[in-house]
């Protein structure tokens, strides 16, 4: 559906985005990462046409973006991190304007009628937009995206600066969309990006850094074991006996849970079964060990790995891909066309 290939962007003696290639296959959600100023909504702006690249291409189901904008852009639907809204008008109005923007064919009541229905703002059509709280105007960004009907979404931090409640909302919003398009969702909250995308795009300095599924990515990146541990211990002792043990990396209070007893975060060296030597120890010094539970690597650690790592790697190493996250998948068919 997306292809990018060696796409870069300069100002000047600055490089904001730096050969990027990767392909985007139709009904994929994914998530597009970074730290502030890696390059992630340049990177979206080129694709979507809003800016051009300095050197490489984007095509978009087999239009190039800079050769067909029309053709390419009809696939498109975009919310910026901010949208782009006039304050001054009614939701309706508003959408109306987009609609003749872009130039849309469709029945022009029922389609918008449809759309609102979908995101939810039927309620609000005859108020200003200003008057809207920020989870009603990201709904109505949300809107203005749909009203081409797209078949790719590409969403620009689309729950900053809402409460938990909007948030919970605009991501099952995401979730619904998804499941007849294709969504590019850039995000602050990893969290969110972990239980919205089935794969992950991470850029750091405008390279790309993996690109990889999700669940791949934490496979590929990490073996550590990481365990939460309750003690029956001396809470003063546990820490530094726990953290001589040979191949321990991490040993972190975590408080107490019931009378008597210490909660520990114990993260091994990688490749490290940690648990025989943990209970020998514990053994030794007449230490019971009550309850022991695996913990996950988050998207948030995987991130920070991946981030630190590529300041210290010389970009001709190459990203994490997804061959190599998950060797044992065949690659797919490309349904660019």
Same mark, same amino acid.
């Given at each position: 559906?997306?292809? =990018?290939?060696?796409?870069?962007?300069?100002?000047?003696?600055?490089?904001?985005?730096?050969?990027?290639?990767?392909?985007?296959?139709?009904?994929?959600?994914?998530?597009?990462?970074?730290?502030?100023?890696?390059?992630?909504?340049?990177?979206?702006?080129?694709?979507?046409?809003?800016?051009?690249?300095?050197?490489?291409?984007?095509?978009?189901?087999?239009?190039?973006?800079?050769?067909?904008?029309?053709?390419?852009?009809?696939?498109?639907?975009?919310?910026?991190?901010?949208?782009?809204?006039?304050?001054?008008?009614?939701?309706?109005?508003?959408?109306?304007?987009?609609?003749?923007?872009?130039?849309?064919?469709?029945?022009?009541?029922?389609?918008?009628?449809?759309?609102?229905? =979908?995101?939810?703002?039927?309620?609000?059509?005859?108020?200003?937009?200003?008057?809207?709280?920020?989870?009603?105007?990201?709904?109505?960004?949300?809107?203005?995206?749909?009203?081409?009907?797209?078949?790719?979404?590409?969403?620009?931090?689309?729950?900053?600066?809402?409460?938990?409640?909007?948030?919970?909302?605009?991501?099952?919003?995401?979730?619904?969309?998804?499941?007849?398009?294709?969504?590019?969702?850039?995000?602050?909250?990893?969290?969110?990006?972990?239980?919205?995308?089935?794969?992950?795009?991470?850029?750091?300095?405008?390279?790309?850094?993996?690109?990889?599924?999700?669940?791949?990515?934490?496979?590929?990146?990490?073996?550590?074991?990481?365990?939460?541990?309750?003690?029956?211990?001396?809470?003063?002792?546990?820490?530094?006996?726990?953290?001589?043990?040979?191949?321990?990396?991490?040993?972190?209070?975590?408080?107490?849970?019931?009378?008597?007893?210490?909660?520990?975060?114990?993260?091994?060296?990688?490749?490290?079964?940690?648990?025989?030597?943990?209970?020998?120890?514990?053994?030794?010094?007449?230490?019971?060990?009550?309850?022991?539970?695996?913990?996950?690597?988050?998207?948030?650690?995987?991130?920070?790995?991946?981030?630190?790592?590529?300041?210290?790697?010389?970009?001709?190493?190459?990203?994490?891909?997804?061959?190599?996250?998950?060797?044992?998948?065949?690659?797919?068919?490309?349904?660019?066309?």
């Amino acid at each position: 559906m997306i292809e =990018v290939t060696g796409l870069t962007k300069r100002y000047g003696k600055k490089t904001a985005v730096d050969n990027l290639t990767f392909t985007i296959r139709r009904g994929e959600i994914v998530g597009f990462l970074g730290p502030n100023g890696a390059g992630k909504s340049t990177t979206m702006n080129m694709l979507t046409g809003y800016i051009a690249p300095t050197v490489g291409t984007v095509y978009v189901n087999g239009y190039n973006m800079m050769d067909a904008p029309e053709k390419a852009k009809e696939y498109v639907g975009y919310l910026p991190e901010i949208p782009p809204l006039y304050m001054d008008m009614t939701v309706d109005e508003y959408l109306n304007f987009v609609f003749g923007l872009k130039k849309c064919k469709f029945p022009r009541k029922e389609h918008l009628n449809e759309i609102c229905e =979908v995101v939810r703002i039927g309620h609000v059509r005859h108020r200003m937009v200003r008057n809207l709280s920020k989870g009603y105007r990201q709904r109505v960004g949300l809107a203005q995206a749909l009203i081409n009907d797209p078949r790719i979404l590409i969403l620009d931090e689309p729950t900053v600066g809402l409460d938990p409640k909007e948030i919970v909302e605009i991501r099952n919003l995401i979730l619904k969309l998804g499941q007849t398009r294709t969504v590019i969702l850039s995000s602050h909250v990893l969290s969110e990006i972990q239980a919205i995308c089935e794969r992950v795009i991470i850029v750091n300095e405008g390279h790309l850094v993996a690109d990889a599924l999700t669940e791949d990515l934490a496979r590929s990146t990490t073996a550590n074991s990481r365990y939460v541990v309750r003690l029956a211990a001396p809470e003063d002792q546990v820490v530094p006996v726990l953290s001589q043990i040979p191949g321990m990396l991490r040993v972190e209070m975590k408080g107490s849970m019931e009378p008597g007893t210490v909660d520990v975060l114990i993260e091994a060296e990688k490749d490290v079964d940690i648990r025989r030597a943990l209970f020998e120890e514990c053994a030794k010094r007449g230490w019971y060990i009550l309850v022991i539970t695996p913990v996950g690597v988050s998207l948030e650690d995987i991130f920070l790995q991946l981030v630190d790592e590529s300041k210290s790697t010389e970009p001709a190493d190459g990203p994490l891909t997804l061959d190599e996250a998950n060797p044992s998948e065949e690659t797919k068919e490309d349904d660019a066309q």
